[in-house]
């Protein structure tokens, strides 16, 4: 049973939609697609690893992992695969000193002359524990190597914050209306509504961009937001939010979702399968957005008002969360809006306030 309230986000499990994987559109893949999939690199490596990698691709697809999920793994798995290959480790001689060896060569390996970062090297480690995990429920290892490696220490860093009146002055700087300018064009009119909406509801990007039309409540105020690991939780959308959905649905999607002219027709036509037509956000050519899009848009309208660099998504929600905190609401509310699983993935925020107090407190002080 689902209760659904106005001060709290409810979470429940939801039926496979559409997620979003570096920028593009990734569909839910049919069984008759996803036996098609292989992990990363698997059809040109041979042998043990190639079951191996086989194997886990199927645990994965019997578990239900999103599309997202499967291709995170595919990449991260592949990548162990080819190392341990070149090396002549097959997946049973692989011990924690060998993953121990490929973690610090991730590190030390050069992109451009930097390593991957700690939480890069995180990823790739919990996909390795995935795999050897997968082997030995089959009975093809006795010990989980990777469980004996520690997780590389990620860096202690403060997410950006926008402050209150920074976050109003980039808000009202996109398609904003008045009595004597009341025409913004549909695109502007999107993307008013989706950063409203990234401020109001603390949304990540692909939340945003996965949206569909209903789920927005209008007689609720109140959205439906399917995050991580497939959970729902229903949100609370402020006044000026829903006002700029309504402006968009009334006036800009209409616009968007016309029928295509044959030239844009036929570059829909090279850029892959459609959006799907309940898609809430649309691109000018009438297609589902992207994670990068809206990256893009928004580090766009945060230069042309000037609210300054690190303006992300992320950023957004960000400053949902530490104003909400600053406001007086408690942090398991504010874990619920935002869909984290753990209370601990919230409290970065309570050091983020921690650290504006200090801030203040050495400029206001006089034996600070």
Known sequence: MVIQTRSTATCVPSAGRPSIAGGEVVTEMSVEEERGVTIAGEEQLGGAWAQALALLAEDLRRRDAAARTL????????QF???????????????????????????????????????????????????????????????????????????????????????????????????????????????RAIFELAYSCGLRAEELVSLERDDVD??????????????????????????????????????????????????????????????????????????????????????????????SPHALRHSFATHLLDGGADLRSIQELLGHASVSSTQIYTRVESARLRSAYARSHPRA
């Open 71 to 78: 291709r995170a793994y595919a990449v991260d798995v592949g």
């Open 81 to 191: 695969a080819r190392w341990a290959s070149a090396r002549g480790l097959g997946p049973a001689d692989v011990g924690p000193k060998a993953v121990r060896r490929y973690v610090a060569h991730l590190s030390e390996r050069p992109p451009a002359g930097d390593g991957a970062a700690p939480s890069t090297s995180a990823r790739k480690l919990a996909a390795l524990r995935a795999l050897f995990a997968s082997l030995r429920e089959h009975g093809r290892i006795s010990q989980n190597p990777a469980d004996l490696v520690s997780t590389p220490r990620r860096g202690s860093h403060l997410p950006r914050v926008l402050s209150a009146r920074e976050a109003a002055r980039l808000l009202d700087g996109i398609a904003n209306e008045t009595p004597a300018h009341p025409s913004a064009r549909p695109l502007e009119l999107r993307d």
């Open 218 to 311: 209008h007689d609720g105020e109140q959205l439906r937001v399917e995050g991580k690991g497939r959970k729902t939780r229903f949100v609370p959308v402020g006044e000026p939010a829903m006002a700029a959905v309504r402006a968009y649905l009334e006036r800009g999607r209409p616009a968007l979702a016309a029928p295509a002219s044959p030239t844009t027709a036929g570059a829909r036509a090279g850029a892959g399968p459609a959006a799907p037509t309940d898609a809430l956000f649309l691109s000018k050519t009438g297609r589902a957005l992207g994670t990068g899009d809206v990256r893009r848009r928004l580090r766009t309208w945060a230069a042309r008002v000037g609210v300054g660099e690190g303006a």
